[in-house]
Each structure stands twice: as structure tokens, then as C-alpha cells.
DNA sequence: CGATCTGTTGATATCCTTCAATTTTGGTGG
DNA sequence: CCACCAAAATTGAAGGATATCAACAGATCG
């Protein structure tokens, strides 16, 4: 489910898909999502911790992260954003932002207004369970790091988030056979897995020295997968890249037909 | 917000309350979902990992919590569960399990058809409102999490987990001034933050001799929650109680206007 | 009322941090 | 295109927070 046909997507039609078969149709409602494109450079916020949530976006092109500041004036990187990633579709019920956004490299996003997801959920049921589906999936994400954070060693965590984000680029077709950018320093990959920067350069060097991976001109190659993810002790289960339940997709069918005959009917 | 009316009411409508004020109607229709109860006891699995999904829930009783087993045979737990709480409402979207969830003392829960929540998205926007709400609450706890496993030290862990579960009980009616049923062991805190349970140990006494809590015969009381706090650098902020914005507020009662317009046409 | 969890305490080991110095890379203006 | 500057990567040494091991005391439950 992989790769192949979406490549030539863009990458949220293409990580959507890894859920679910989508019509020609469904495409472009999705790809009219992201009609009007903003740019930022690198380091630039997109939201702030405190202020009240942007409108909901797409992230089209780049990389960007959410993260908390400690008061000693630390961070902790939450999540990486990349391209077909949705960001805060219900954001507007919130009054404030618990957390900040900021880009890594120059970055482009296209906003979602508050009706358009109202009117995806009401009229596109296969649509709304594919943007459910990509919800659960960064939930499963989150919970994936705690476990990292919590029982994986300095070794483990970095293996494991490089694994992460060569599945999700592939994903989303946006990776060259296990080869990624990776537009982070190593503080970045510490503040993302509550390590130091020179303990994670470290690991860098212990990885390079054994053949596994190459790092350089932030440009990530992973020599060998396996080694790696058995370091890692990564499976991509959580990421739940192999498609929809039969029946799910049954019930799915039966919501579009409701719906199309509830259209008929006035 | 918290606390008072909502105390007689059923542990789901106060923590919902906390996010929007509901109406009798509103009430009453989410006590609806709790009204098949399965009792179950403590140290029971409700889901595994890799099985399929079991139905959507509600916990009305008792506490739980999601984990993750490492191949080393120790484990990480992910989440609690306490009343109040929905789980994996949409996970009929959902192959399989990337999680277990196992039942910490006896424990209650009411199944929730999936016919029941497409329902309430359908007819009632506001409560399926307050349940996006909710998921971005367990979002946010997550995020939160991973902020103590990165950046704080043992005692800003234990702290800071201690104040979420006062506070999330003081949410849903559940809490008695600061005093809350804790029906975790020390190694149960210690899977959950990510520490030996030797260690948890030490923190608990420390925070004992320091006359901020007392914690015996599974009763957990903060005698000084100002100082537990400032330890934890705990803000409630992320657990977003402070009630909807205005003109989500506005949104929601246009959608429910359309709604009832929609239904007298035919 | 004995068996088995759970909690408590001390001693030792380890992984990772911190600090500090140096090299390399990358970007920018002349 | 080169010189220069700041940011990032690299390396070594020393210290600290927490894990692990082990033994015992107390609680809980059939």
C-alpha cells in the first residue's frame, strides 16, 4: 500500500490513501484543501503556546514541529509535522494553544477553514473516517514516543524516531528508498527524545561506524533497515499503514449511500 | 468550572461540562450511552494488542489503563482511565490493537454501538463537539507526558502525574478536596513514568517527609497541592477546562439551527 | 493465618549529562 | 569567489541521577 501510484499524489491524497482506496473525486476535494498555499521560512512560529489556535491546516511542503518550552528554557519537541499532515482540525473549540508550533526548514501550509471540515464530515463520510483515521494515527504516535521516552535507551529512541520518519515520508510519497531529508541538528533529535545533543551525536557515530546509517548535507540514508529497527525495536504497527477493516469499509459504503439517497429526496 | 453542580451528575456529563454548558436534553442523551454496564475485575486485559478493536466505550467505575509490553518483558503504561472517560470511538477504523488495556481495580464500562456514535456526530453537534473536545484532552495528556518523560527529573514525574489525576477527578465529580482513591502500586507509577519502582519509592517518601502528601491505604491526599505543583511545574492549562471560545460557542448553535431547519423540510 | 504481593532501605553500578575545548560546516557580505 | 562569522558537530573528562540487586518488613487476600 506503500509508495507506487501515490507518489505522484500529493502527499496528503497519498498518506490518506495508505487508509483506504480514494475515488478520483475524493482526491480532489482533498487536493482543493490545498489551494491556498502559504510560505514560511525555517524557524518561524506558527503557533504560539497560550494564544488561541491558527485555523486548521495541511502542511503541503517542508518540515515544522510542535514543542514546549520548560521554564529553565529547555524544549521537548512533541511531534514532527510533515507534508500531508493535518494539523488542529478542531482546533477552534479551544481557547488556547497548549503547546507551539514552529517551522525546521522553510515550510509551506494551507489553512482549512472551520466549514470545510464541517462539510467534509456532513457530506464525505469516507473522507471524515480517513481524516479519523490519520487522528488516531498521531495519537498512536504520541503514545509510541512515551514508550521511547520512557523504556527505550539512548540508542533505541534514535533509531526508532529515524525509522518513524522514513515510514511516514514513505507514506506519504515523499521519501527515495529509505533515503530521507532530514532537516534537523542534532539538538533538535535531543529535544525531541530527552537526550542531550552530544549524547545523541554519539549514537550518530556509533550507528555510522556500524554501517547502518549515513548522515550528512542532512540527507538521511538508512544502509540497514533491519539492524536499525531492531535497535529500535520498531514495528510499523502503530502507524497502521494496512488499509481499513473489511467491515468498517462495508459501513463506510452504507454511510455514502444514506447520504446520497437523504440528497435525493428533497 | 469544576466541581459542584456536575458532582451528582454521572462522571461522562461532568467532564463534558467542564468544556460547554449542556443542556437536560444533552444530558440525558449522553447518560443514554452509559446505560449498558459490563463489571469487570481488577487486572483484566478489556483490549491486547494486535487483536481487533472491541467496541467503543465509556468508563463509569473504577480505573485503567492503556500499556505497552516490551519484548524485555517490562512494561509502559500509556494512559489512565477513570470515569468519564471515552475510548476508541472511532476504532472500528482500526485493524488492530497498536496497545493493550487492562483494568487496575474493578472497574465498570458501557459499551457504545458505532451506530450510536456516526448518531451523535449526525444530530447532535454539539455533543459530538464536546467529544472531539475530549479527544484532544487525551491528546494533550499524552503531549504532556511526554514533556515529563523528556524534561523532568523523578520528582517533577511523580509530582506532575499526581496533579493531572487530582485534577481530572476534580473534573468529573470524582475527587473529595484534594483526596482521591489512587489503586496504583508503585510499580505501576514507575511504568508509567518511566522509573524503577525503587525509585518511586524514594520520591513518595520524600514527598511525605516534605508534609506535601499522604498516601496510604490507597487514598492519596495533597496536603500542599501550591508546592506539588511548583515540583511538577504543573499549569492545568493543557487539560483545556476552562470552558469554549465565544464564537465556537456561536458555530455550534448555528450547526444545531441548520440542523433542526434540515429536519422540518420533509 | 500462611502465601504472596507491596513497600522500604542500603550498597553498588551505569547510562547519560554537563562542561569545555576544538573542528567542521554553512551562510553571508564584500 | 573568498573571507569571515555563527551555528553545528565532535571529542574528552568528570559528575550526577537513577537503575539494579538484594534483603527484609508490612500489608493484603484467599
Redesign the pocket.
Do not use: P
Given at each position: 500500500m506503500v509508495g507506487d501510484i501515490q507518489a505522484a499524489r500529493s502527499p496528503l491524497v497519498a498518506k490518506l490513501s495508505n487508509f483506504m482506496e480514494l475515488s478520483v473525486a475524493d482526491a480532489s476535494v482533498l487536493d482543493a484543501l490545498c489551494a491556498n498555499e502559504e510560505s514560511f521560512g525555517a524557524k518561524v512560529n506558527l503557533s504560539i503556546e497560550g494564544e488561541s489556535p491558527r485555523t486548521a491546516f495541511v502542511i503541503t511542503h517542508g518540515m515544522a514541529c510542535r514543542y514546549r518550552l520548560m521554564p529553565e528554557g529547555n524544549r521537548q519537541l512533541l511531534s514532527f509535522l510533515i507534508p500531508g499532515d493535518l494539523c488542529d482540525l478542531q482546533g477552534y473549540l479551544l481557547s488556547a494553544m497548549d503547546h507551539s508550533i514552529i517551522t525546521i526548514s522553510p515550510t509551506r501550509i494551507a489553512a482549512i477553514p472551520r466549514e470545510a471540515v464541517t462539510d467534509l464530515i456532513n457530506r464525505h463520510p469516507r473522507i471524515a473516517a480517513a481524516l479519523w483515521w490519520s487522528a488516531m494515527q498521531e495519537e498512536a504516535m504520541l503514545r509510541e514516543r512515551i514508550v521511547s521516552l520512557g523504556r527505550r535507551?539512548?540508542?533505541g529512541r534514535v533509531a526508532h524516531i529515524l525509522c518513524e520518519l522514513v515510514w511516514r515520508q514513505m507514506a506519504n510519497g515523499t521519501s527515495e528508498d529509505h533515503a530521507i531529508r532530514l532537516p534537523l541538528?542534532?539538538?533538535d533529535l535531543?529535544d525531541a527524545l530527552?537526550?542531550?545533543?552530544?549524547?545523541v551525536?554519539?549514537v550518530?557515530?556509533y550507528f555510522r561506524q556500524n554501517d547502518i546509517i549515513t548522515l550528512e548535507?542532512?540527507l538521511l540514508t538508512l544502509l540497514d533497515m533491519p539492524k536499525l529497527q531492531d535497535i529500535a525495536g520498531f514495528t510499523r504497527d502503530y502507524l497502521h499503514l494496512g488499509g481499513t477493516p473489511i467491515d468498517a469499509a462495508r459501513y463506510l459504503t452504507l454511510l455514502e449511500g444514506n447520504l446520497a439517497l437523504q440528497r435525493e429526496k428533497p
Open positions: 535507551g539512548a540508542r541538528t542534532q539538538a535531543g530527552g537526550l542531550s545533543a552530544v549524547h551525536n554519539r550518530l557515530q548535507h542532512r
